[in-house]
């Protein structure tokens, strides 16, 4: 946690045969179940998700 905010940082093995896509959303599953494990050790209700597409998450990676 810092400022407030949980930085949550998931990765993916990328091979020969990878679909960018798909790698997209494993890392987006990884990252729901340490977002939700968040929510309630805090006793928060579920928050909405703010989905970043695969090309905004590059982006901001590469940031």
């Given at each position: ?29 990884k ?7 968040i929510e ?24």
């Amino acid at each position: 946690l810092k400022d407030g905010r949980a930085h949550i940082h998931t990765g993916a093995g990328i091979v020969a045969g990878s679909v960018p896509e798909k790698e997209f959303e494993e890392t987006e599953h990884k990252a729901a179940a340490m977002r939700r494990a968040i929510e309630i050790a805090a006793g928060l209700p579920e928050a909405p998700r703010e989905a970043a597409s695969p090309a905004e998450a590059r982006s901001e990676a590469s940031a």
